[in-house]
């Protein structure tokens, strides 16, 4: 058994000074000396008998290396579970002293979860905001409907790019001659927005058939500055067409909304606005208490959790951009990435916060969750990820997955719990997007 020390640096964080005796590692070295014998071919020495000076002069760094690191690996697992001290996160590690004749002294530094008394929880006064769905909202609703279901026929009588046509065209941007960007077969209608207008401005004009070749600066569409990479872009304009739209009608109604009429799809279409609405208010509201909750408790967080939130908020914001289609060249990528952190940093700090406080909430209301429901989340995650139905089954029984899908379902339950005992405030409020707000992990 190693020697222990441990030292509490903070609530969360604690130093282990430890050493592993000279002859467990004198053991541990003949050991993987033996095996190594076992296992090398030397010439002049049949197997199993070469000798250890010349196994050391050979292999002698590799075999110190490895022996050290599992040493430091067993010994610390061992110091952790006799001082039962739960870590997150990776630890910090310092080697003291290693030494193939000494003993092997080293220092770790772990985080640990804060103990957290959550209290004036119930009750609280939070703001819901709702958003009224006006006549507007339905007719524009209604008329991407109507876009959904516009018609595309080939242009007759002209070969060249009018606005309002849609183009089909592949593309092709290079910066330093590096692929940035590419697109085949894309449908994009000019006009519309989608594009730089110094893109657009080329495309009109240009005839089917046509290959277009320009230097995006040089094009207008962004200035020029010094260092700065030059944007070649490459356009092929394959055909052009036209979009028909259909008319607002009962017609429409009955082939793209399943209605009977188009009053039968206006209903329709304002009550899934509403519930839209209603979906939205709930998550800022959830937002919303998880901001207080985290204002309310005052203790100290993990670094480590705070670094795996903020990245998987990263991550989010990348998903949602479709990041790999950005034209951007990898040192511009990696600035946009260390600003997104530098702003998720501080969100992933309130939402770890309050993720602590729903932890500590759900033990002091004892709520349980049943090892079914812990089986039904996992699926539910799998197969959200994409995951086929053999591989879920295979998955299922993870203990780490099934840690994770049993902590987010009690947090989902405690966050529950103080919203229906929450004094809520409604007011009025502009749309917005909130994917993800909310949410527990």
Request: hydrophobic fraction near 40%.
């Amino acid at each position: 058994m190693p020697k222990i020390e441990v030292e509490t640096l903070s609530a969360v964080r604690r130093r282990l000074e430890i050493e592993v005796p000279a002859e467990r590692v004198a053991a541990e070295m003949q050991r993987a000396y033996e095996q190594l014998r076992r296992r090398v071919r030397l010439p002049g020495f049949r197997p199993g008998r070469a000798p250890r000076p010349l196994l050391e002069r050979q292999f002698g760094e590799r075999v110190r290396r490895d022996v050290f690191s599992r040493l430091v690996h067993e010994a610390l697992a061992e110091a952790l579970r006799e001082k039962r001290i739960e870590t997150v996160g990776a630890p910090q590690i310092a080697v003291e002293q290693a030494s193939a004749g000494g003993p092997l002294r080293f220092r770790a530094t772990v985080e640990v979860m804060p103990e957290v008394q959550a209290r004036d929880y119930i009750g609280l006064a939070v703001e819901r905001p709702v958003r009224r769905i006006t006549e507007r909202d339905v007719e524009q609703a209604l008329e991407r409907l109507r876009q959904a279901a516009a018609q595309l026929r080939p242009v007759e009588g002209r070969n060249v790019v009018a606005p309002g046509d849609v183009v089909l065209l592949d593309y092709e941007i290079r910066r330093d001659g590096e692929v940035v960007d590419r697109g085949v077969a894309r449908l994009y209608e000019v006009g519309s927005g989608g594009l730089p207008e110094a893109i657009e401005q080329r495309l009109l004009g240009a005839a089917a058939g046509q290959r277009l070749r320009f230097s995006l600066p040089e094009a207008g569409v962004q200035p020029r500055m010094e260092g700065q990479s030059e944007t070649q872009c490459e356009l092929w304009v394959r055909s052009l067409f036209i979009k028909e739209v259909p008319d607002l009608d009962d017609e429409l109604a009955k082939d793209h909304g399943e209605c009977g009429n188009l009053a039968e799809l206006r209903e329709r279409v304002r009550r899934g606005l509403e519930a839209e609405a209603a979906r939205e208010g709930d998550d800022r509201l959830r937002a919303a208490i998880l901001e207080r909750l985290a204002a309310l408790h005052d203790f100290e967080v993990p670094e480590g959790l705070v670094a795996q939130e903020a990245e998987a908020l990263v991550e989010a914001v990348r998903r949602d951009w479709q990041w790999d289609r950005l034209a951007l060249s990898p040192a511009q990528r990696e600035a946009a990435l260390e600003r997104l952190r530098e702003r998720a940093r501080a969100e992933a700090h309130t939402r770890v916060k309050a993720f602590l406080v729903l932890d500590a909430i759900a033990a002091q209301e004892g709520i349980k969750v049943e090892e079914s429901e812990v089986s039904r989340e996992v699926e539910r995650e799998l197969a959200a990820a994409g995951h086929e139905p053999r591989d879920v089954w295979q998955r299922l029984e993870q203990p780490a997955l099934r840690a994770a899908a049993r902590r987010r379902l009690r947090r989902q339950r405690a966050l529950e719990l103080v919203a229906r005992a929450a004094t809520v405030i409604e007011r009025e409020a502009a749309p917005s997007n909130v994917a993800g707000v909310g949410q527990t992990r």
